[in-house]
C-alpha cells in the first residue's frame, strides 16, 4: 500500500497569506490527523477528522481550519499566516478512531512564513 | 491529561553501545504508550507500541521497550547501536479521547563511530 503523501512538501509564504496543505491517507484509512511541528513548541496536535466529521480540535487559533472530503483526503487551511505559523505539517492517518490505533504519519509539509 | 515527558534533549553513543532512551508518562487511566523515530526531512515511523497486552514491545531495527507501571516509565533500548540509529525520537501518549498523540520533548540520538 502506499504510504500518507502530503502535498506540496515545501511552502513559501509571507505575512498575511493564506496557505492549504492537502493530505491523502492510507488506502481504506478513514482517519487523517493533523499536527504542527515546532523547534519551540515541539510536535502539538491540531485537529483529526473521521467520515469527515472534525472528531477532536487542539488548542490552535481560528485561523487554523481544516476539512476532509468523502474519499478520505483531508486539508488543511491558515488564514492570515503569522511569522510563528513556520513549521512542518504533519498528516498522519489511521484506520479507526480508537485509542491506541497506529498512526501513520506522512513526509510532512515544510511551510516557511516571510 | 495525560502527558509524557523524556529526559534527556541529547543522548551520544558509541556505535555497538546501549542505547537507553527515557521516557516517563503521566496518565489517569491505562495507557497507549508509542516509540516513533524521525530522521532528518523525513515524517515519523512507528518503531513500537505498547497496548497492555505484554510488558516488553519489541519494535522495528532491534528496538524494544519495557512498560513499568510502578515506575510510570517507556523506556527505549537497543543492544548495540548502529550509525543508522543516529535520528529524533519521540515518546508519545494517546489520549483518551480518540487518536490523539501527545508527544514529549524528543531525544536526538548521536551515534560516534
Known amino acids: 500500500k502506499a504510504g500518507v503523501t502530503q502535498t506540496p512538501r515545501y511552502l513559501i509564504k509571507t505575512r498575511g497569506q493564506q496557505v492549504t496543505l492537502s493530505c491523502s491517507p492510507i488506502?481504506?484509512?478513514?482517519?487523517v490527523s493533523w499536527y504542527q511541528q515546532t523547534p519551540g513548541q515541539g510536535l502539538q496536535f491540531l485537529f483529526e477528522?473521521?467520515?469527515?466529521?472534525?472528531?477532536n480540535k487542539g488548542n490552535f487559533p481560528g485561523r487554523f481550519s481544516g476539512r476532509q472530503f468523502s474519499n478520505s483526503r483531508s486539508e488543511m487551511n491558515v488564514s492570515t499566516l503569522e511569522l510563528g505559523d513556520s513549521a512542518l505539517y504533519l498528516c498522519a492517518s489511521s484506520s479507526q478512531v480508537l485509542q491506541g490505533e497506529t498512526q501513520y504519519f506522512g513526509p510532512g509539509t515544510r511551510l516557511l512564513v516571510l | 491529561a495525560q502527558s509524557v515527558t523524556q529526559l534527556g534533549s541529547h543522548v551520544s553513543v558509541s556505535e555497538g553501545a546501549l542505547v537507553l532512551l527515557r521516557c516517563n508518562y503521566s496518565s489517569s487511566v491505562p495507557p497507549y504508550l508509542f516509540w516513533y523515530v524521525q530522521y532528518p526531512n523525513q515524517g515519523l515511523q512507528l518503531l513500537l507500541k505498547?497496548?497492555?497486552?505484554?510488558?516488553l514491545v519489541k519494535g522495528i531495527n532491534g528496538f524494544e521497550a519495557e512498560f513499568k507501571k510502578s515506575e510510570t516509565s517507556f523506556h527505549l533500548t537497543k543492544p548495540s547501536a548502529h550509525m543508522s540509529d543516529a535520528a529524533e525520537y519521540f515518546c508519545a501518549v494517546s489520549n483518551s479521547n480518540g487518536n490523539k498523540l501527545v508527544f514529549g520533548a524528543g531525544t536526538i540520538l548521536r551515534v560516534k563511530s
Open positions: 488506502s481504506g484509512h478513514r482517519s
Open positions: 505498547y497496548t497492555s497486552a505484554a510488558t
Open positions: 477528522y473521521f467520515s469527515e466529521t472534525q472528531r
